[in-house]
C-alpha cells in the first residue's frame, strides 16, 4: 500500500512557475514509476507526466514538452513537477500516482494502482 500526498498548488499568473510535490509513504518507493494527472474542470483527467522507477526514462503530453518537468528524489521518497510557462489552460486538479507495474504505458489512468487527494492549480491570464 502506498499513500500520496501532493502540496506546491496556487494560483500564479500566465507565464509563472510552480513546483509541486508528492511525498510517498513506504519504503519501496525506488520500486514504482510515478506520474502526474490533471482534471479541469468540465473535463476528463489527462497525463501530464510520467517517471520510470529507474529514474531512465520521462514521459510528457505532448502539450506541456519543454515547459514541464518531472523528477524524483527516492532519499525523500517525493516526486516533483517543475512548471514554467504556466498557461490558463494547464489549470486544474494535479494528482499525483504510482504503480509498482512495469508495463511501460504511462498515459492511460487505467494502468495506474495509487492516486493522491490532488492539489489546484489555477494560472490566471
Known amino acids: 500500500q502506498v499513500q500520496l500526498v501532493e502540496s506546491g498548488g496556487g494560483l500564479v499568473q500566465a507565464g509563472g512557475s510552480l513546483r509541486l510535490s508528492c511525498a510517498a509513504s513506504g519504503r519501496t518507493f525506488s520500486a514504482y514509476r510515478m506520474a502526474w494527472f490533471r482534471q479541469a474542470p468540465g473535463k476528463e483527467r489527462e497525463f501530464v507526466a510520467g517517471i520510470s522507477w529507474s529514474d531512465i526514462s520521462t514521459y510528457y503530453a505532448d502539450s506541456v514538452k519543454g515547459r514541464f518537468t518531472i523528477s524524483r528524489d527516492s532519499s525523500k521518497n517525493t516526486v516533483y513537477l517543475q512548471m514554467n510557462s504556466l498557461k490558463p489552460v494547464d489549470t486544474g486538479v494535479y494528482t499525483c500516482?504510482?504503480?509498482?507495474?512495469?508495463?511501460?504505458?504511462?498515459?492511460?489512468?487505467?494502468?495506474?494502482?495509487?492516486w493522491g487527494q490532488g492539489t489546484q492549480v489555477t494560472v490566471s491570464s
Open positions: 500516482t504510482a504503480s509498482p507495474s512495469r508495463i511501460p504505458i504511462y498515459s492511460d489512468s487505467r494502468f495506474w494502482d495509487y
